[in-house]
């Protein structure tokens, strides 16, 4: 799990990033947990699972995905307790010690569950509008993540998408594609370089998604 002061630090972030994105977030009613349902269909496809061919994991998207189902977490999380950060860091933090869940009757020990079936009931809950944390603790290491990993690609993808925000990407003028690079690939250059322990951190990054960014 993560630590207490990077949860709280994932929380804030991701509150100020869908604030940036619309300040009454909280109200709008926007479908958190139906992203979650797209974004773990995905990941179920980044894993293969069709058994009538054969299929090579993409490890690396995986691992997006789950990143990027931490971030649809977090809001959902947040809109259920209405902002708070501390009632929703000790909701998160009691939640992390399950081990069986129930949906619809039937008991899932999370133990006794691979990867795709993990997602599946990730799935699940969500289209009802439910979350786990241990559910998710349990998929990372399916997909060979730690939370410190997590930790890493979220605070880069959560400054990467302020910088987007700030360099036009709701108006459709951002531009993705940095000297034939995906911004993402640049993110993940940048993140193998910085110091994820400094409380500048955010700014570091920013500055050199800045310093990178072909359109000045």
């Not at 069709?50 to 994991?57: M, S, V």
């Not at 081990?99 to 569950?113: C, N, P, Q, R, W």
């Not at 969500?126 to 786990?132: G, K, S, Y």
């Not at 302020?162 to 250059?189: C, I, M, P």
Request: with cysteine; net charge negative; proline share 0%.
């Amino acid at each position: 799990m993560l630590t207490s002061t990077q949860l709280s630090t994932t929380l804030t972030m991701q509150a100020a990033m869908n604030a940036k994105v619309n300040e009454n977030w909280l109200t709008m009613g926007f479908a958190f947990c139906r992203a979650i349902v797209v974004e773990g269909t995905e990941a179920i496809e980044h894993h293969g699972w069709k058994w009538w061919k054969a299929q090579d994991k993409e490890l690396a998207q995986l691992q997006m995905e789950l990143v990027d189902i931490w971030h649809f977490m977090l809001s959902e999380y947040l809109v259920q307790f209405n902002g708070d950060i501390h009632k929703t860091q000790t909701h998160i933090e009691h939640q992390s010690s399950e081990k069986v869940i129930t949906l619809d009757g039937k008991e899932f020990e999370l133990s006794k569950l691979n990867c795709v079936e993990s997602l599946e009931l990730l799935i699940g809950l969500a289209a009802v509008r439910r979350l786990n944390v241990a559910l998710f603790d349990s998929l990372l290491s399916l997909c060979e993540m730690d939370w410190d990993e997590l930790f890493k690609q979220y605070v880069g993808k959560n400054v990467l998408n302020f910088f987007r925000q700030d360099h036009g990407y709701k108006e459709g003028t951002y531009e993705k594609f940095w000297n034939g690079k995906e911004d993402n690939e640049v993110l993940s250059a940048i993140l193998n370089e910085v110091d994820l322990t400094k409380e500048s951190i955010q700014q570091d990054i920013y500055r050199q998604l800045k310093a990178a960014y072909p359109i000045k």
